[in-house]
């Protein structure tokens, strides 16, 4: 079973930085493509930034682009969304998420990859 235990998250003041970690098992890191998602409250779970199995590369959805960054380390089978310049839209419940093959509850498509494995989500909240 997959499992994907996030870190990070919290309270800041717009235009502060948060970190967020996701960790999982080597295997799921290394075949997968990983992704952050948000979910605002009354609002449906949106995409945020993905990181591609095959080359590395990432995509980020127009609000984010130029201010958040997602990476990823190997030796630590961890992706991260480092966040700057957080406003108050951003916050939201985070979660990290890992592709799947088949179709699973709760499964969404985003940056043309279906993902279907979630952390248990963290918190951002950003004042004004």
């Known amino acids: 079973q997959v499992q994907l235990v996030e870190s990070g998250g919290g309270s800041v003041q717009t235009g502060g930085s948060l970190r967020l970690g996701c960790v999982t098992d080597s295997f799921t890191f290394s075949t997968s493509s990983m992704a952050w998602f948000r979910q605002a409250p009354g609002r449906e779970r949106e995409g945020v930034a993905v990181i591609y199995e095959n080359d590395r590369s990432t995509r980020y959805i127009d609000d984010v682009r130029g201010r958040f960054t997602i990476s990823r380390d190997s030796a630590k089978s961890t992706v991260y969304l480092q966040m700057n310049n957080l406003r108050p839209v951003d916050t939201a419940m985070y979660y990290c998420?890992?592709?799947?093959?088949?179709?699973?509850?709760?499964?969404?498509?985003?940056?043309?990859?279906?993902?279907?494995?979630w952390g248990q989500g963290t918190q951002v909240t950003v004042s004004s």
């Open positions: 998420a890992a592709g799947a093959r088949a179709e699973r509850p709760g499964g969404r498509l985003f940056g043309g990859r279906y993902f279907g494995y």
